[in-house]
């Protein structure tokens, strides 16, 4: 059972317009949330985090949401640019999984020029 | 170059073959990781390493061998390789757990 759902294979959004992935997990143990953006051939590269103490963090064009009574996250980039397009990623980690990362399944976010 | 480092990136190998794949990072970061990535999963964590002569299983490591001798090297070994192992393998450190993990660039692994 997935404890961590990414549940949109792929997104298609406007350069400029605003991006919004989504991701919930069903461990209300999960502290800790973070977001990873992978392009081909390379590994994923962190892009933010979120601790569950918290409601939002903000990193420049990038944004985390957390909604701990849905067991949801969302990450909110805008606006989007065509160096966004990449596979992206949310993992979680709580004392239940030993602080180890439970990975989605991941979206891939496509920026149409 | 500071970083951590896969080799091979590629490898083509048969069912019942040893395979060994390398992970280096310079950092001196205490943790580290192994993944695989298969269609439709995201990263499944196979093996990690607290520091050096200590590791611990994770969500799937059948099949799978790990040692870590010294700080900057953990090794992934498949001692008779199957086709279900045909995946892309990603090795990861981090400073300490809860830390964010910095990834290399993948071997991708075909067994035929």
């Known amino acids: 059972d997935q404890q961590v759902k990414q549940n949109s294979p792929s997104l298609s959004v406007q350069e400029g317009r605003i991006s919004i992935l989504n991701c919930d997990y069903t461990?209300?143990?999960?502290?800790?949330f973070l977001w990873y953006k992978k392009y081909p051939a390379e590994g994923p590269t962190f892009l933010i985090s979120?601790?569950?103490i918290k409601d939002k963090n903000e990193d420049g064009r990038f944004t985390v949401f957390l909604n701990k009574s849905a067991k949801h996250l969302s990450l909110h980039i805008v606006p989007s640019q065509p160096g966004d397009s990449a596979v992206y990623f949310c993992a979680a980690s709580g004392a239940d999984s030993n602080y180890q990362l439970i990975w989605g399944a991941g979206t891939k976010l496509i920026i149409k020029p | 170059d500071a970083g951590i480092t896969q080799s091979p990136r590629y490898k083509i190998t048969e069912t019942g073959r040893q395979v060994t794949l390398m992970c280096h990072q310079t950092?001196?970061?205490?943790?580290m990781f192994w993944y695989r990535q298969d269609l439709g999963h995201g990263l499944r964590l196979i093996y990690y390493?607290?520091?050096?002569?200590?590791?611990d299983k994770g969500e799937v490591p059948d099949g799978y061998v790990v040692s870590r001798s010294k700080t900057e090297n953990f090794p992934l070994t498949l001692e008779s390789a199957t086709r279900s192992q045909t995946s892309v393998y990603f090795c990861a450190s981090s400073e300490s757990v809860g830390q964010p993990q910095h990834f290399g660039d993948g071997t991708r692994l075909s067994i035929l």
């Open positions: 390493s607290a520091a050096a002569d200590i590791t």
């Open positions: 950092w001196s970061h205490s943790y």
């Open positions: 461990n209300s143990m999960f502290d800790y």
């Open positions: 979120i601790s569950s």
